[in-house]
Nanobody, 116 residues
């Protein structure tokens, strides 16, 4: 299983970014998959999760701003992030087995920095 994350960068407050996670060796829409983030000195947190390709859940602080989705044809997961805030600054990781007791399928992190 390989997960290739991309799309991070620098955004101004109120701006947008879209993260991508291309998968091989796993069918994203058949699993419980999602995005985590970790800021320096803080615990990792689950930002968004999608089950069976369409049932979604979000961290309260990102509800209404972030949208998780899967393109089944491309076997790629996305995290559309709008109205970004400085507190969204973190390393973001896609995960292919969110529902497991111990997650083993991780993409490499992609840095999101929100600053003016």
């Amino acid at each position: 299983v390989q997960l290739q994350a991309s799309g991070g960068g620098l955004a101004q407050p109120g701006g947008s970014l879209r993260l991508s996670c291309a998968a091989s060796g796993i069918i994203l829409s058949d699993n419980v998959v999602g995005w985590y983030r970790q800021a320096p000195g803080k615990a990792r947190e689950l930002v968004a999760v999608v089950r069976s390709g369409d049932a979604t859940n979000y961290l309260d602080s990102v509800k209404g701003r972030f949208t998780i989705s899967i393109d089944k044809a491309k076997n790629t997961m996305y995290l559309q992030m709008n109205n970004l805030k400085p507190e969204d600054t973190a390393q973001y990781y896609c995960c292919g087995d969110v529902d497991k007791l111990v997650q083993i399928y991780w993409g490499q992190g992609t840095q999101v920095t929100v600053s003016s």
